[in-house]
Every structure is written in C-alpha cells, then in structure tokens.
T-cell receptor, first 112, second 115 residues
Framework: EDQVTQSPEALRLQEGESSSLNCSYT??????LFWYRQDPGKGPEFLFT???AGEEKEKERLKATLTKKESFLHITAPKPEDSATYLC?????????????FGEGTQLTVNP | DTEVTQTPKHLVMGMTNKKSLKCEQH?????MYWYKQKAKKPPELMFV???????INESVPSRFSPECPNSSLLNLHLHALQPEDSALYLC??????????????FGPGTRLTVT
C-alpha cells in the first residue's frame, strides 16, 4: 500500500528563518511526487511536480528536491505570506485514474 | 490559464434537500475529480471522470451522484445528506496519460453545511 508521511505536523518560523519540510514516501514505483500549498478554506494550489531522484525545482523562496525515499521542500528567508499548509502527494506506477496519495500536511506559520 | 471554478462557494442544506455543486475548467483537461476535505485533513478522493466517463468511484454513498455533461463541466448532485457530510468539496482537473503523471489543478471549493 502506498504511504506518504509528512513532518513536522506544524512548524513555526520567524520571518527570514530558513527551514525544510519533509515528505517520506513508500510506493511500488513512483510516477510523480507533487507539492501543494493550501490556505485555510481554499483549494490546494499546485507548486511542483518531481519525477525522479535527484530532480530539483525552484519557485521564488521555495525549492523542492527528491530522493528515492523522500522529498524536501526548502523555504529560504520565509515571509508571513508563506504561512499555509503544505501538502505532499504521490502517484504510483500501478495507480489507475491518476489517483493521488496525500500526506497529512505540514502547517507552516511564519511570524513577522 | 490554470483556473478551475466552482459554484456555489457556500451551501447550507437540510437533510431532505436536493442540491448540486458545479465545476468548470477550460484547460482542455480530460480527467476531472471530486474530493471531500474535512478540517485539518488532506483531500479524500470521491470520483474520477476520464474522457467524460466515470472511471473511479471510491465507494461513495449513493446520496452523492456525479455527472459529467461534457469535457469542461462536472456536477455533484446531493440528496438526503447527513450532518457528517458537511465538509469542503473540491473539484480538480488534469491531463490524462497512459504513462507519466500530471498535476491536478484544484478549484476553490464549496463549503457545504448540512443541518
């Protein structure tokens, strides 16, 4: 069974204090790993897709990396507007219909 | 444009009402999804439509009835719901491929309250 575990559950940072969020996964074969950002009461916003170990993608203060067992979302010099829940999801090779397995998310709070 | 729209934004309904949620996308995506999300939990897949045909039903109770009238529209018909069905209902869409993975784009959601 595919599993995704995110840590920590919650993270509080001061503005400018860089950190990383972790997503560990167990799948029969990885087709893709996705990062989303979700603000309270809104739909998840797509951030990155990673396909293979060693791949990295960047967008503004965010950088996502992938190994064979986990992915990291690095946040450099965060701002209060980066406060949100960050969701990681995987799609396995044996998955039909583009089914995603989500982690429970990391709730990030950035204080000014 | 990566926008998925959903209406209404909020819905309050009694347990005997019939209502519908609507979703629309104009990205040419041929896969569309309904998710249910409870507070502080990740989205939970309900239905998947591929090329306007229902391809996945995650054992959802029959009081939820999906419909895909065309490649851009997705509806969720609601009837005789229970208070525990109160949640944020999300629509999403993506490209389809035999192999490879494509990101899903989510709408803003409909906040449903069943009284």
């Amino acid at each position: 069974e595919d599993q995704v575990t995110q840590s920590p559950e919650a993270l509080r940072l001061q503005e400018g204090e860089s950190s990383s969020l972790n997503c560990s996964y167990t799948v029969s074969g990885l087709r893709g790993l996705f990062w989303y950002r979700q603000d309270p009461g809104k739909g998840p916003e797509f951030l990155f897709t990673l396909y293979s170990a060693g791949e990295e993608k960047e967008k503004e203060r965010l950088k996502a990396t992938l190994t064979k067992k986990e992915s990291f979302l690095h946040i450099t010099a965060p701002k209060p507007e980066d406060s949100a829940t960050y969701l990681c999801a995987v799609q396995a090779e044996e998955t039909s219909g583009s089914r995603l397995t989500f982690g429970e998310g990391t709730q990030l709070t950035v204080n000014p | 444009d990566t926008e998925v729209t959903q209406t209404p934004k909020h819905l309050v309904m009694g347990m005997t009402n019939k209502k519908s949620l609507k979703c629309e996308q104009h990205m040419g995506h041929r896969a569309m999804y309904w998710y249910k999300q409870k507070a502080k939990k990740p989205p939970e897949l309900m239905f998947v439509y591929s090329y306007e045909k229902l391809s996945i039903n995650e054992s959802v109770p029959s009081r939820f009835s999906p419909e895909c009238p065309n490649s851009s529209l997705l509806n969720l018909h609601l009837h005789a719901l229970q208070p525990e069905d109160s949640a944020l209902y999300l629509c999403a869409s993506s490209q389809l491929a035999l192999a490879g993975a494509y990101e899903q784009y989510f709408g803003p959601g409909t906040r449903l309250t069943v009284t």
